[in-house]
């Protein structure tokens, strides 16, 4: 596995080092836009900074990425690997990707509604509002849309 995690990582450099993502505007222009509230303020602001520093951005991510790959092949370094490619994956999904978009209902995932409306019915006070609907006799809860 750790040969998988470092091809997954080395190669991941290898591709942000190609020509067509190393520029301000390439960088600032794979930031997604649209997002409501404070990711939308924090996108602004990393878009605006990112333009006249985009080459450094992607100098520093090609560095981390082939850090994060290479140190999963030595055993005493492979959990601070291990732990980085997390927070860096982590940090490239919420701020430039946008949380996937969940919110939008336009995520790659074609059950994303599905899902938020699972865990917005499980929640507790939820649960007991929903008690309190069930058909008198039969109690059966109505379907919810």
């Not at 991510?61 to 927070?87: C, D, K, N, P, W």
């Not at 336009?106 to 939820?126: C, E, L, V, Y």
């Amino acid at each position: 596995m750790p040969l998988v995690w470092a091809v997954v990582w080395v190669g991941g450099a290898i591709f942000q080092a190609l020509p067509g993502q190393n520029t301000g505007a390439e960088v600032a222009g794979a930031i997604n836009g649209g997002a409501p509230g404070l990711l939308g303020r924090l996108d602004a602001s990393l878009a605006g900074w990112a333009t006249p520093h985009g080459t450094a951005i992607v100098v520093a991510l090609v560095v981390a990425e082939a850090l994060i790959g290479l140190g999963a092949l030595h055993g005493r370094s492979r959990g601070v690997a291990i732990t980085g490619g997390f927070l860096l994956a982590l940090a490239i999904w919420v701020v430039p990707q946008d949380v996937g978009l969940l919110y939008s209902g336009q995520a790659t995932d074609p059950n994303t509604r599905r899902g938020h409306r699972i865990a917005r019915d499980r929640h507790p006070r939820q649960q007991s509002r929903s008690r309190l609907r069930r058909h008198p006799r039969c109690g059966a809860r109505p379907e919810t849309a």
